[in-house]
């Protein structure tokens, strides 16, 4: 029987990897096993960063919301528990994007927990 050993399709697809491998250091740039590797482990952690960029944000939301409430006296937890109790349904992300770039509607949202 013959040997059959791929021919242009095999050579595209190492072609492809190594493309995909430009600038990894060693013979990660190289070599098609070790660029492969290199590749599919990439690919892992690009996905992981996805979900920990999410994670990130809402953390980072959160402490600007903290910072910002500290000058009304509040605490973030009591404030998260107002919005709910006054049906103002405002997501951490806006409330944080307000308290950064427009403090006296930010203001009028707090006074409203206040009262709530």
């Known amino acids: 029987m013959a040997r059959v050993k791929g021919g ?4 595209a ?8 491998a430009e600038g990894y250091r060693g ?4 070599l098609f096993r070790r660029a492969q590797e290199g590749v599919i482990r990439a690919g892992e952690h690009a996905f992981e960063g996805r979900r920990q960029r ?15 409430l500290i000058q009304y006296d509040m605490k973030y937890s009591r404030f998260i528990a107002g919005l709910k109790k006054s049906d103002i349904l405002l997501n951490r ?7 950064i770039n427009e403090p006296k509607d930010f203001e009028k949202v707090v006074n409203a ?3 709530g």
């Open 113 to 115: 927990v206040k009262k």
């Open 27 to 30: 013979t990660r740039n190289r």
């Open 54 to 68: 999410k994670r990130d944000m809402r953390r980072l939301w959160i402490t600007r919301l903290s910072a910002a």
């Open 8 to 11: 242009p399709r095999a050579h």
């Open 93 to 99: 992300k806006t409330l944080s994007e307000m308290a």
């Open 13 to 20: 697809k190492h072609k492809k990897v190594l493309k995909l």
